[in-house]
């Protein structure tokens, strides 16, 4: 992969994608890691002389404008990180794209409007896609490939435009492909996977992969109750994914067959319905009550799961063990956070949901050795999938 000192930015105008894809409450920002992990890159070119223009998606807007998701709030956010002026432009390829990205003088930076307010972004068909990304590509002369969040997606800004210019890899791409790598090529032992979030579904082709490369696979969060259920108890009125219950059964027998040690809940916060201040108590993950669903893992299990990440050498960490964002069912994402602040793994959160928790719950950044920006595109490459965005940036 070809990276920023292999171009020759000066005086030109670079084309960035970008992963913005932060969470907004209204126009507020509630986590700025994504702009946050997207400023080296952007300050390297810009103290090369370099014109940036900078593309980026925000939500699911689905090809059409929708206020709701402008990117106006971040290219705010990432005028005072950056500490200059970032120029915003109200469209994506429009009149008023043009006219931004030509007042732009060397060293200075503009933001596009959200790329997903254009049906070519995500067309399926090549035509549409390959006609939208090349009014994109006609915005600049170099392309710069930085959004890892957004790797995993056949996206025009993603997928068609470096191959319509010189590009390269940015600083985090090659940062977060790097520790990857060494989690799938030479992880050293035992190496442990804890994985939550609420359905396994989402998590089947990694699962199956990791269950030929890890020693231990602790899982928690609402996917658990369906290991839980596919052990044959009852799990009351928790998450379920009936019918995801042969395939959990198939991991079940795969992981007693290759010796991977799979690490269930064994105690649970059983809450009376989902809320906040919902009425909860601790019951064995065995004895889930009819009229009661599973909210949090409980403080037998995050010993436990502590336990099991005591001696481990490497951690790769996706999904919360519960409903973190209610306190009262935060307990054992924090608990998980600090089995591995604790320990001396080389550690990885995978983005999304458990890398908002960590910062939401007030942990140490530095406690880990890696926060990747990509939660799908994290679970893709563990997944051994052809990641479209790497794969273009190789070429
Ligand atoms: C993410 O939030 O995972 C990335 O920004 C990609 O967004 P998407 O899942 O909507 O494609
Ligand atoms: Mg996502």
Known sequence: ?????????????????????????????????????????????????????????????????????????????????????????????????RSTVEALQDGQVALLENLRYEPGEESKDDAVRGEFAARLAGLAELYVGDGFGAVHRRHASVYDVPRLLPHAAGGLVVAEVEVLRKLTESPERPYVVVLGGAKVSDKLG???????????????????????????????KSLLQEDQLDQVRGFLDEAARRGVELVLPVDVLAAVTFAADAEHDVVEATAIPADREGLDIGPKTRELFAA??????????????????????????????????????FTVVGGGDSAAAVRKLELSEDGFSHISTGGGASLEYLEGKTLPGLAALED
């Open 1 to 97: 992969m070809r990276t920023l000192d292999d171009l020759d930015v000066k005086g030109r105008r670079v084309l960035v994608r970008a992963d913005l894809n932060v969470p907004l409450d209204g126009e507020t920002i509630t986590d700025d890691g994504r702009i946050r992990a997207s400023v080296p890159t952007i300050s390297t070119l810009l103290e090369r002389g370099a014109k940036v223009v900078v593309c980026a998606h925000l939500g699911r807007p689905k090809g059409k404008v929708n206020p709701q998701y402008s990117l106006a709030p971040v290219a705010a956010r990432l005028g005072e990180l950056l500490g200059q002026d970032v120029a915003f432009a109200s469209d994506v390829v429009g009149e008023s794209a």
């Open 206 to 236: 990694v699962i199956a992969n990791l269950l030929t490369k890890v020693d231990r696979l602790l899982i928690g969060g609402g996917m658990a109750y369906t290991f839980l259920k596919a052990q044959g108890h009852e799990v009351g």
């Open 308 to 345: 099991k990440l005591a001696d481990a050498r490497t951690v790769f960490w996706n999904g919360p063990m519960g409903v973190f964002e209610f306190e009262a069912f935060s307990g054992g994402t924090r608990a998980v956070a600090e089995a591995l602040i604790a320990g001396d793994a």
